[in-house]
């Protein structure tokens, strides 16, 4: 991996860098020595996403890696000055007594799925346009089973069910600091190994290689 330059992140929780404690991220700048630049934001809409990797585009050198986390499609970046506020439940809870704000901002900015499914398409095919001469094809992860419904992302597996298999019920699902990006150290490591597998030339796949069944309930991480 001699030809390797930087890798670019951006997305949601799952990619985001806000932990002191080792992540997959970590891992990689072990791994790897390169320079990592991470824009991924937790709580964050595909809209923030795709923005703020066309805000990059002209950084980008074809010996790089992109590595883009898709989130919920449902998530909407309302507020231009809060891109994590992206759901209604979060909002309400953020804005209280400006609900009424929200609100009007809610019927002038949100859009249909399917709407949304289109877009997301369109950025996927200016992604591989922009990357087709790049030495590594950018790697396009689901964040959940629903951030999106094209067959080839869906055969690699989505990262909420990575989450959810750590726990013996799947019930507890939890976002914590003890559990940064929503995963146990172990399984940031065999993230980042599997990342590093990728750039090595083998395939990628998140549904099987990763520890199960580490906690027993919620109580093990309070």
């Known amino acids: 991996m001699s030809n390797l330059g930087r890798i670019w992140i951006f997305g949601d929780e799952y990619g985001a860098k806000e932990s002191d404690l080792e992540t997959y991220h970590d891992v990689l700048l072990k791994l790897l020595g390169v320079p990592i630049f991470n824009f991924a934001k937790e709580f964050t809409s595909q809209e923030y996403c795709f923005h703020t990797v066309v805000e990059n585009i002209r950084s980008f050198s074809d010996n ?55 877009r997301q398409k369109l950025f996927i095919n200016y992604i591989k346009l922009l990357t087709k001469d790049y030495y590594h094809c950018p ?25 959810r298999g750590e726990f013996k019920n799947q019930n507890y699902f939890l976002n914590t600091q003890k559990r940064p990006n929503n995963l146990s150290q172990s399984n940031h490591q065999l993230f980042g190994n599997k990342i590093v597998s990728y750039l090595e030339g083998k395939s990628f796949s998140l549904t099987k290689g990763f520890v199960k069944n580490l906690y027993q309930s919620k109580d093990e991480l309070k």
Do not use: C, V
């Not at 790089?64 to 309302?78: A, G, N, P, Q, S």
């Not at 790697?139 to 989450?163: H, R, V, Y």
């Open 64 to 118: 790089d890696l992109l590595i883009i986390f898709l989130t919920d499609i449902r998530r909407e970046w309302f507020f231009s000055a809060f891109p994590d506020k992206s759901d209604l439940q979060t909002i309400l809870r953020a804005f209280g007594s400006k609900k009424k704000d929200f609100y009007e901002n809610f019927f002038q900015r949100y859009q249909p799925i399917h709407i949304k499914q289109d």
């Open 139 to 163: 790697l396009i992860i689901k964040s959940f089973p629903n951030s999106s419904e094209m067959e080839f992302l869906s055969s690699i597996g989505d990262m909420e069910a990575i989450s």
